[in-house]
């Protein structure tokens, strides 16, 4: 019944603003987030070699400042978690190519260490399918982008080396241009836990239900599903802004 309930909920949480589309209502959820990201591999290019980078073991811990509702139309709302000081850790990368093999560990970023990032779910009310007095939140599609101003690298703990050039520096940069240059992968890794992350944020409180996922697909970060929420400072004031394509 906690689907049900937390569902009516929203809705008449929402009630206020019907009509009033495209103005975002704060729902007062927050909270600590904390989880495990897909691992990463990529190929990068140095001094005319080519090497295959893997990262294992990405975890993160962060915290859900607040929890921000827009209705977008008649059934239809987006729910956007605000995330800051999000760490990912990654606890292992392996580096190989023909002049030699690195490895290092654990290195630490921050993503939304200037300002909330907001991760947002499109979402729809709906009829549930077995029982027409039940009421679902159909998941449509999820969105989400990394900023290059809004996140830091920082350096792992301990670094091992072998073959012809392979020092720590070396090592280091290149990791950390590798990861400047992907920042969109770790966009991706984000996207594809944010069922997970959602689910978490939904156990902090009743006032936001949990989701059925259907159709749900990542969206590019341009175009009208590009476009991100900008906290100002009096959180009740907020303003849409066009983010253009990384």
Known sequence: ???????????LL???????????????VAGKLSGALDDMSHMSNKSGYT?????????????????????TAENRHTVWLGLRNFYVRIERT???????????????????????LWLGFEVETR???????EVQLVLLATRFRLPPDNWSIGSPAWVKTS????????????????LLEN????????????????????????????LVQQRAEPQPSGGVLGESLTTLSNPSSREWKQTPQP
Do not use: H, W
């Open 1 to 11: 019944m906690r689907a049900l309930s937390a569902t009516f909920a929203f809705a």
């Open 14 to 28: 929402l009630t206020p603003t019907a009509g009033a589309f495209g103005e975002p209502v704060d729902i007062d």
């Open 51 to 71: 090497f295959r980078v893997l990262m294992r073991g990405l975890q993160y811990q962060g915290q859900l400042g607040r929890t921000v509702v827009e209705t």
């Open 94 to 116: 392996d580096i190989a190519g023909q002049p030699g093999r690195a490895a290092c560990g654990p290195l630490d970023l921050v993503l939304g260490n200037q300002r909330e």
């Open 127 to 133: 009829a549930d399918e077995t029982n027409e007095n």
């Open 163 to 178: 073959g012809f050039g392979m020092t720590r520096e070396n090592v280091v940069s290149g990791i950390r241009r590798g």
């Open 183 to 210: 920042r969109e992968r770790i966009a991706q890794r984000v996207i594809k836990s944010a069922p997970a992350i959602y689910a978490q944020a939904a156990a902090l409180s009743d006032r936001l239900p949990p």
